[in-house]
């Protein structure tokens, strides 16, 4: 489970979403919730999520395509499933 908490850097008064544990389909409203109550510029801080599903995955790629949100501190497994999930953005003809 996800234990997020944010600071603030002073210098920049960038907001800094710490997101702990796992970011998966059970926390996905609450999770959605808090980054959408921070105001921009966001970086969201994933040095700490242990596991990452897909529809994590997809609420953080979104805030980053969305809002220009930094991610940093991403391990090589949650970095790979962001660039797999942005590289499936494309528009569909239906």
Known sequence: MAAPST???PESAEQAYRCVGSITIARAGSTQ???DALPDP???????????????AWIIY????DRGAKVVGASEDVQGLLNQVAEAD???RV
């Open 42 to 56: 966001l970086t969201l801080d994933l040095s700490s999520v242990q596991k990452m599903d897909t529809v994590g």
């Open 62 to 65: 979104r805030t980053v395509r």
């Open 33 to 35: 919730r808090e980054i």
């Open 7 to 9: 600071t603030t850097d």
């Open 90 to 92: 494309v528009p569909t």
